[in-house]
């Protein structure tokens, strides 16, 4: 598939571009998979049989990430006190948000080029500067634009098949750029999404700016096909607030959140499991992600610390996501792996 030939239209990939996939400067467009859904990689962990039989003195607990960004750090120095937690996600969401939009090819030629200019200048501290901002933008090159591990929708896709819904409604907790629900929205089309984030950036910046060509591989409910989705034509609400002045009653179809329990001491995770409760229909799916407990996310949230790690963070097993889910009141459907994310599908008992 050719960028070029796509550039400059307003809905740039159709059903022609199924089983492609294209580079653009800042992400991959990942249009495989529209029929061979098994190529769409879910790994089932199926560990667990039982989840009354588990316990925690088994799984042991969640790896947290102790190094803090080096701005979280100099703003407690000068105040002499712990960053508010709603302080701290303004600056993970701003300091994120600039990554999904950078042009890495150039942005990585550039700052190969600034490190041999200060090397010639034999200038070492500019030197560790910007050889650490080349590791930077090399991993995250391989691990968001290359691997596709952040968004990835092949692996999301696989994680939401299957769900019995007509037009459901979609509440997304702590949404940031809404990119899962716009996903589950172009598989299962036609109905709502609320999104709610409390940092309003969210939803005039980070949400706001996701590329309105961005192609959801999803399906047509008109002719049972898979077809193309994009932002602007699905039905969106964003409400900035936090989550615990929600007004809704038990009406939603599906409550999903991606990286928002990991974020929580255990003594809050309840209260958190109950958010994903008090807002489902009966019969409605509550649908987690959470960071893999694994060596090459160990090395992301080292290398790439001034950028994420502004907040509280646990990486988890799926055996430890799944025992917060289950010892909260829910029956685990389907419990496994993505890309960098393990993946549960819940309902409450
Ligand atoms: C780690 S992010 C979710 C991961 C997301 N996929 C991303 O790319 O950043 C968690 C989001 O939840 C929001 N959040 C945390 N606690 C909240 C609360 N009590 N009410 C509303 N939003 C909340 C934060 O502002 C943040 O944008």
Same mark, same amino acid.
């Given at each position: 598939?050719?960028?070029?030939?796509?550039?400059?239209?307003?809905?740039?990939?159709?059903?022609?571009?199924?089983?492609?996939?294209?580079?653009?400067?800042?992400?991959?467009?990942?249009?495989?998979?529209?029929?061979?859904?098994?190529?769409?990689?879910?790994?089932?962990?199926?560990?667990?049989?039982?989840?009354?039989?588990?316990?925690?003195?088994?799984?042991?607990?969640?790896?947290?990430?102790?190094?803090?960004?080096?701005?979280?750090?100099?703003?407690?120095?000068?105040?002499?006190?712990?960053?508010?937690?709603?302080?701290?996600?303004?600056?993970?969401?701003?300091?994120?948000?600039?990554?999904?939009?950078?042009?890495?090819?150039?942005?990585?030629?550039?700052?190969?080029?600034?490190?041999?200019?200060?090397?010639?200048?034999?200038?070492?501290?500019?030197?560790?500067?910007?050889?650490?901002?080349?590791?930077?933008?090399?991993?995250?090159?391989?691990?968001?634009?290359?691997?596709?591990?952040?968004?990835?929708?092949?692996?999301?896709?696989?994680?939401?098949?299957?769900?019995?819904?007509?037009?459901?409604?979609?509440?997304?907790?702590?949404?940031?750029?809404?990119?899962?629900?716009?996903?589950?929205?172009?598989?299962?089309?036609?109905?709502?999404?609320?999104?709610?984030?409390?940092?309003?950036?969210?939803?005039?910046?980070?949400?706001?700016?996701?590329?309105?060509?961005?192609?959801?591989?999803?399906?047509?409910?008109?002719?049972?096909?898979?077809?193309?989705?994009?932002?602007?034509?699905?039905?969106?609400?964003?409400?900035?607030?936090?989550?615990?002045?929600?007004?809704?009653?038990?009406?939603?179809?599906?409550?999903?959140?991606?990286?928002?329990?990991?974020?929580?001491?255990?003594?809050?995770?309840?209260? $958190?499991? @109950?958010?994903?409760?008090?807002? /489902? !229909?009966? %019969?409605?799916?509550?649908?987690?992600?959470?960071?893999?407990? *694994?060596?090459?996310?160990?090395?992301?949230?080292?290398?790439?610390?001034?950028?994420?790690?502004?907040?509280?963070?646990?990486?988890?097993?799926?055996?430890?996501?799944?025992?917060? $889910?289950? @010892?909260?009141?829910?029956?685990? /459907? !389907?419990? %496994?792996?993505?890309?960098?994310?393990?993946?549960?599908?819940? *309902?409450?008992?």
């Amino acid at each position: 598939m050719d960028l070029d030939a796509h550039l400059g239209n307003d809905y740039p990939y159709s059903e022609e571009d199924f089983e492609k996939t294209l580079l653009t400067p800042s992400y991959r467009v990942e249009l495989r998979n529209a029929t061979n859904e098994q190529l769409d990689r879910f790994i089932s962990a199926g560990m667990v049989n039982d989840w009354s039989l588990l316990s925690w003195k088994e799984v042991g607990r969640p790896y947290r990430v102790e190094n803090m960004a080096e701005k979280r750090v100099q703003w407690e120095n000068e105040h002499g006190r712990n960053m508010p937690v709603h302080k701290a996600w303004e600056m993970f969401n701003r300091s994120f948000h600039e990554w999904f939009v950078k042009d890495v090819p150039s942005e990585k030629k550039q700052a190969r080029q600034d490190m041999f200019n200060h090397l010639a200048k034999f200038d070492m501290k500019e030197v560790r500067i910007a050889l650490k901002s080349v590791i930077m933008l090399n991993l995250w090159n391989y691990a968001h634009r290359v691997k596709d591990g952040i968004w990835d929708p092949r692996g999301k896709r696989a994680l939401f098949q299957g769900l019995h819904l007509k037009k459901p409604r979609i509440l997304f907790l702590g949404a940031a750029e809404g990119y899962e629900a716009m996903q589950l929205y172009s598989m299962y089309p036609d109905g709502e999404i609320v999104m709610v984030d409390y940092d309003e950036y969210c939803k005039t910046d980070r949400f706001a700016q996701f590329p309105d060509t961005y192609p959801f591989l999803g399906y047509n409910s008109a002719t049972g096909q898979s077809r193309v989705w994009y932002k602007d034509q699905m039905n969106i609400t964003y409400i900035v607030d936090d989550i615990r002045n929600l007004p809704f009653g038990h009406e939603f179809d599906i409550v999903l959140s991606v990286g928002l329990l990991e974020h929580f001491s255990d003594e809050v995770k309840p209260e $958190v499991m @109950e958010w994903h409760r008090k807002f /489902l !229909k009966p %019969g409605g799916y509550a649908i987690l992600t959470t960071p893999r407990n *694994q060596l090459q996310s160990k090395v992301y949230y080292k290398v790439m610390e001034d950028v994420m790690n502004h907040t509280y963070r646990e990486l988890m097993d799926i055996r430890q996501m799944g025992l917060y $889910v289950y @010892e909260n009141g829910f029956d685990i /459907l !389907k419990h %496994g792996y993505i890309k960098v994310h393990n993946g549960i599908i819940a *309902q409450p008992r």
